[in-house]
């Protein structure tokens, strides 16, 4: 091997190696791009927040084991510590499901959401303006709130809606982001008439075998919401937010596709087709 062969082949692993490191440096700009953007974006609404304030008075028993606190108040306090105002304040809290009495299965939905009401007329319950720098104490009354079943949700000023958990105080996006390209191509496609039952295949398929295999997601569950762009279920995918601790975060979005498995497997003979309008 000459001595220019070994120069053509030191220059080409030079080359190699500039082409990787140039590579490198370009995805890093790219991602810290997008986390600037990001933080740009949760600036605002990172300085809202909510506490629960509950005031307590010591009464002094005969002994001092006998000492306890008593709560004489409940107080929501909702901070904007930005210098923008908020729009459409609102608070869910969790309740006991009142589930319909038909729906006598064992995987009936134990608890709901409900809207908190925050001003002092029964009816709104939505703080419609919350300015910069300012303060919002709702009076609770007797009821018995706890930061693990309380939710803020806010728009900002930039008009991106946020949800705020006060449980562990994480700020979640409330935007719902749109689907692929290769998903929305998919759901036209399945619209046309004569190859839109063979195109949708995959999503029967799925359907088919989750009632099955249900709560266990099998594979084609996956890949049916791989190609539709979310769970085809009769109902929205659950909120992220929303996932119960130790609930695996790979399958919480198949939640409703699994509550509907399994409540057609629980009414095997009801003939009971999903709207499609929801999926």
């Not at 939710?151 to 946020?162: K, Q």
């Not at 929303?242 to 498995?261: H, Q």
Request: aromatic share 14%; proline share 8%; net charge neutral.
């Amino acid at each position: 091997m000459s001595t220019k062969d070994l120069v053509d082949i030191g220059q080409f692993i030079l080359n190699c190696f500039l082409a990787f490191f140039t590579m490198r440096l370009f995805f890093q700009g790219q991602r810290d791009r997008r986390r600037v953007e990001e933080d740009r974006r949760r600036e605002q609404a990172a300085k809202v927040s909510a506490l629960i304030n509950q005031p307590k008075i010591k009464s002094v028993g005969k002994t001092e084991s006998d000492t306890t606190w008593q709560t004489v108040a409940s107080y929501l306090e909702i901070y904007n510590d930005s210098d923008t105002g908020i729009t459409g304040v609102k608070v869910f809290h969790q309740l006991p499901s009142s589930a319909q009495p038909t729906w006598d299965w064992e995987d009936a939905p134990q608890y709901e959401w409900r809207l908190l009401d925050l001003l002092d007329d029964p009816v709104p319950t939505v703080l419609p303006y919350l300015g910069g720098g300012e303060v919002e104490r709702v009076d609770c009354g007797a009821r018995q709130l706890s930061s693990h079943s309380l939710e803020l949700h806010f728009t900002d000023g930039a008009g991106l809606s946020w949800v705020r958990t006060l449980q562990d105080g994480k700020l979640w996006p409330n935007h719902q982001l749109p689907d692929c390209w290769w998903s929305i191509w998919y759901q036209r496609i399945s619209l046309i008439p004569g190859i839109g039952k063979a195109v949708k295949f995959p999503i029967w398929y799925a359907q088919w075998r989750l009632q099955k295999t249900a709560p266990r997601i099998p594979l084609s569950a996956r890949f049916a919401r791989f190609l539709w762009g979310h769970a085809p279920a009769p109902g929205a995918e659950p909120e992220p937010w929303r996932r119960p601790i130790g609930f695996p975060a790979r399958d919480w979005p198949y939640e409703s596709m699994v509550w509907w498995a399994k409540f057609q497997r629980a009414k095997p003979d009801r003939d009971l087709e999903p709207d499609e309008s929801n999926f």
